[in-house]
């Protein structure tokens, strides 16, 4: 599943809880109102990226007449979170986050299997250290705070003042963070702070 930026993440929201009792949404003109566009044009640029993406289906075409089609759901779908995809990871989380940055991803919460409230965020891998499990440069690693890591995570962690990706291991007998291919530079659990276990990646395939 494609990301979704916050606007367009903002705009299905909007079509979707618009449904009506007959399934009929939001028309181009309600969304253009409702957001405060200066044009028609601008509001069907934010709907036409949903189609692409696999969040919308139908022939629809930015009319802008009296009874232009309407806009309908690719499926129905179970409740979905916008987990924020952060470029550092704070060293704190205090309550809730603050609105989900423009960078975010829209995910169904049953494909990843946690709960609507459960406390998400993602990173980018920022290269091929873990490749031999199967995560790549530029996939985005989804992670959940507060779980408590197992033998074998994969886990981002504060180290140094930096958030990386590693694996987590007790196999020596104190928690470790290791990386597979150079486990002698592991990382021992008084220098360390883990922030998320990762419990999805999301590749971007093709171009």
Not at 1 to 11: D, G, P, Q, W, Y
Not at 35 to 59: D, M, T, W
Not at 144 to 149: F, K, M, T
């Amino acid at each position: 599943m494609k990301a979704l930026t916050r606007r367009e993440a903002r705009v299905l929201a909007f079509i979707r809880n618009d449904a009506g009792a007959e399934g009929s949404l939001a028309s181009v003109h309600e969304i253009c109102e409702d957001f405060g566009y200066p044009s028609v044009e601008v509001a069907a640029a934010h709907v036409a990226v949903l189609q692409p993406k696999g969040f919308l289906r139908g022939s629809w075409r930015p009319r802008f007449q009296a009874g232009e089609p309407q806009l309908r759901p690719a499926c129905p779908r179970a409740s979905t979170v916008d987990i924020p995809i952060l470029d550092a990871v704070p060293a704190e989380f205090s309550g809730e986050m603050a609105e989900c940055p423009e960078d975010c991803l829209t995910m169904d919460v049953a494909a990843l299997g946690i709960g609507e409230e459960t406390p998400t965020f993602a990173v980018r891998a920022p290269d091929d250290s873990l490749l031999s499990r199967h995560v790549c440069q530029g996939d985005t690693v989804v992670c959940e705070r507060g779980l408590a890591p197992v033998e074998g995570d994969i886990v981002v962690a504060l180290v140094n003042g930096e958030s990386v990706l590693r694996v987590w291991t007790q196999s020596s007998g104190e928690p470790q963070l290791i990386l597979p291919e150079d486990p002698a530079e592991a990382v021992p659990a008084g220098e360390q702070v883990v922030q998320g276990v990762m419990v999805a990646v999301v590749r971007q395939m093709g171009g």
